[in-house]
């Protein structure tokens, strides 16, 4: 398999989840500036929404959006932790996380790193983003993850998503069940690989 990624974008948490089940596959490199890859090709012949992550499988299907890759890459290496079993509550209750990560936090996160977004709106959207992940850590509070303690595909996702605060210079003090989450998630092995293969401080 081959993952198109930007170093620490989104495609950080498919890249960690490939790492957790210990899958075979490769690197490549997304400018989502020029929209190149490493090797000049332009990215949009590749993924024409033009967004990582995307993942290659060895037969050339390609399949985006994160939380859809994680999603399969779990299933694919039958990791029932990072995913639950089809079928069960315990599965919903993973992907109602993603769900919610993806349309209220991913998205609201989205706008405040386009420099034509106006100063006004990037703070209402910061003030959105603090009291959601407000609302998140309560849900922490007493739990080493977001549904208990296996470390599933949406703990990779939040995890990526908190690391954006900082560049934004989104004010996250006093959200101590969150920043202990990513205390402990910034520990795993697999998390300290992902983040030396991007070449973000492990």
Known sequence: MRLYYAPGACSLAPHIVLREVGAN?????VNTATHRVEDGADYYTIAPKGQVPVL???DGTRISEGPVVCQFIADQAG???LLPAYGSLARLRVLEWCNYLTSEIHKSFTPIFHRHV???AIDALKTILQRKLAWVDTQLQGRAHLTGEPFTIADAYLYVLATWAPPVELDLSGLEHLHAF???V???PAV???RRAEGLPA
Request: hydrophobic share 35%; no cysteine; charged share 45%.
């Open 25 to 29: 596959f490769t690197l490549t490199r």
């Open 118 to 120: 106006d100063t006004a």
């Open 79 to 81: 990791d029932t932790a």
């Open 186 to 188: 910034a520990e795993r």
């Open 192 to 194: 300290r690989a992902a």
């Open 56 to 58: 290659e499988l060895d």
């Open 182 to 184: 990513q205390r402990r």
